[in-house]
T-cell receptor, first 114, second 115 residues
Framework: DAKTTQPNSMESNEEEPVHLPCNHS???????IHWYRQLPSQGPEYVIH???SNVNNRMASLAIAEDRKSSTLILHRATLRDAAVYYC???????????????FGKGTKLSVKP | SAVISQKPSRDICQRGTSLTIQCQVD?????MFWYRQQPGQSLTLIAT?????????ESGFVIDKFPISRPNLTFSTLTVSNMSPEDSSIYLC????????????FGQGTRLTVV
């Protein structure tokens, strides 16, 4: 079962920032927080991931709460192309360098209005 | 990064038949996975494709229905056997790339319709 909780849907206006929340109250110390998104009729694509510190990349920023029980994906300026389902997933880092599986929940469907 | 090629991209099949889906990656990978996405639903992990040995199946999925092969580091196949309309879904291949860390890559999927 998915160990994260996300709102089913969110709306945003084009060119405005979007904050997508995710709760993961049962996160363990070896769980990385991953975000993927799935555009219509495409496979999921990686957005960002982090462990404890906030992370930035060209696509988005990830803000992680100090207790790690929640996180927020931030799209700084939403475009119409950002309309997608966004998945927040915990992925365990195993001893020996392997990783646990990616288990998808229902995600948040983001709509962007022009 | 990695480029994942899935074939076929879509197919319409008769019930009772089988379809084999191919997944080819342009990089050596550590892990390969197969997912199913039923209409309007999220992704469900079917199995982990292990090189040179039997795949590891998730609860609710069995080898007789979804046989998987992975003869080398960059190629895997998933067969959907004895199909029924309930098998109509998108099937996706996913990989972890050696040396990249925890990022996963996904193919574009195979859209299967069983009639």
């Amino acid at each position: 079962d998915a160990k994260t909780t996300q709102p089913n849907s969110m709306e945003s206006n084009e060119e405005e920032p979007v904050h997508l929340p995710c709760n993961h109250s049962t996160i363990s110390g070896t769980d990385y927080i991953h975000w993927y998104r799935q555009l219509p009729s495409q496979g999921p694509e990686y957005v960002i991931h982090g462990l404890t510190s906030n992370v930035n990349n060209r696509m988005a920023s990830l803000a992680i709460a100090e207790d790690r029980k929640s996180s927020t994906l931030i799209l700084h300026r939403a475009t119409l192309r950002d309309a997608a389902v966004y998945y927040c997933i915990l992925r365990v880092a195993n001893y020996g360098g392997s990783q646990g599986n990616l288990i998808f929940g229902k995600g948040t469907k983001l709509s962007v209005k022009p | 990064s990695a480029v994942i090629s899935q074939k076929p991209s879509r197919d319409i099949c008769q019930r009772g038949t089988s379809l084999t889906i191919q997944c080819q990656v342009d990089s050596q990978v550590t892990m390969m996975f197969w997912y199913r996405q039923q209409p309007g639903q999220s992704l469900t992990l079917i199995a982990t494709a292990n090189q040179g040995s039997e795949a590891t199946y998730e609860s609710g999925f069995v080898i007789d229905k979804f046989p998987i092969s992975r003869p080398n580091l960059t190629f895997s196949t998933l067969t959907v056997s004895n199909m029924s309309p309930e098998d109509s879904s998108i099937y996706l291949c996913s990989v972890d790339i050696e040396g990249v860390g925890t990022e996963a890559f996904f193919g574009q999927g195979t859209r299967l319709t069983v009639v």
